[in-house]
């Protein structure tokens, strides 16, 4: 039995529903007031069976109920994750993304369940702009960095010290995900907003991938026993500019067509603190995240590619126009209903 954190995000969803297309019978943590219906209407859409499902109520950071529920399982699929690049919100990056993957790596030694298969970020290597960032580029920190990037780091060193203490890992690190799910939350963020109106984009580029091939590549880099592994995950790179025109486009409304300038970036990071004092609301952006999307990155995903050949496995991603395409189909079938 597979056990998986996080089953109800936009990876994780996927993730469940793949591993039981797969054959696979699945445990699932979630919290009290999870969204798990939505899950289960994904798996019965695709005509899955919710018989090889089990939802345990938990927290990642109750290692008692971590402990139990793993009982009978034989992998973990760690996907849960807080992502925030708000000031406010380090202590809460630290306590969910190192804290709790560290207690998921105790729970599993305890519970001698050796196979981990964890889900990170590219934000967890380094960024560099003028230099493709591979999975050989290393994290550097410094006052630039911000409190999530950093949380990934520091949760990849938990998943790297359980393989030192007897656990079989592998790591994904995907870019910017794609897909479908919780629309107040995370990447998924980005359809609402565009869905609003903006006028703005954003200087920079930035890579991008499919939540379908993201929970894909850990099927089957899990399946064919590939270990002691990190892949990054990346389909395209892209400006934000194409992509945020792209989006506009699938949601039938008008693209941006204004660059947000460097002027412009250092005015609205101190507006939107100002009215985060006044109104006490969250900034919409930070001076971090605006900073960030002035950058240009790129990203190699090549190597999923090489490493599933050696098991006579062919990858191909999924282009990021049918990614954004069937995320903005679920988004209007939400707003809709």
């Not at 006052?143 to 060193?157: F, M, N, Q, V």
């Not at 999923?304 to 006579?312: Q, S, T, Y």
């Amino acid at each position: 039995m597979d056990f998986i954190t996080g089953a109800t995000g936009i990876v994780g969803r996927e993730l469940v529903s793949q591993l039981i297309s797969a054959g696979h019978t699945v445990k699932a943590l979630c919290r009290t007031n999870s969204d798990v219906t939505s899950v289960e209407n994904l798996i019965t859409s695709r005509g899955l069976s919710l018989d090889r499902l089990t939802w345990v109520e938990g927290e990642l950071n109750d290692t008692q109920s971590l402990e139990s529920s793993l009982k009978g399982c034989t992998r973990v699929f760690h996907v849960a994750a807080l992502v925030s690049f708000h000031p406010l919100d380090e202590a809460s990056l630290l306590k969910t993304n190192v804290e709790g993957t560290k207690n998921i790596v105790n729970a599993m030694l305890h519970q001698d369940v050796k196979t981990l298969m964890y889900v990170s970020s590219v934000a967890a290597l380094g960024r560099q702009e003028n230099k493709i960032v591979d999975e050989e580029t290393p994290f550097e920190d410094g006052i630039g960095e911000t409190g999530y990037s950093r949380s990934k780091y520091l949760a990849e060193l938990e998943v790297w010290r359980g393989q030192e203490e007897g656990l079989s890992v592998a790591v994904v690190n995907p870019s910017i995900i794609i897909g479908a799910g919780d629309f107040t939350r995370s990447s998924a963020e980005l359809f609402p907003q565009i869905h609003a109106g903006l006028s703005f984009y954003p200087a920079g580029s930035s890579g991008y991938v499919s939540s379908s091939d993201v929970a894909k590549a850990c099927v089957l880099l899990a399946d064919n026993n590939i270990r002691g592994e990190r892949v990054l995950l990346n389909s395209e790179n892209r400006s934000f500019k194409s992509l945020m025109c792209e989006i506009a486009i699938a949601l039938n409304v008008k693209p941006p067509f204004r660059v947000v300038k460097p002027w412009m970036s250092s005015f609205a990071w101190r507006a939107f603190w100002l009215i985060e004092k006044l109104t006490g609301k969250r900034a919409l952006a930070t001076k971090s995240s605006l900073n960030m999307s002035r950058s240009i990155i790129v990203y190699d995903g090549s190597k999923i590619e090489r490493v599933l050949a050696l098991e006579g496995v062919k990858w191909e991603y999924e282009p990021v126009n049918k990614a954004i395409s069937r995320t903005a189909e679920s988004y209007l079938a939400s707003i809709s209903s």
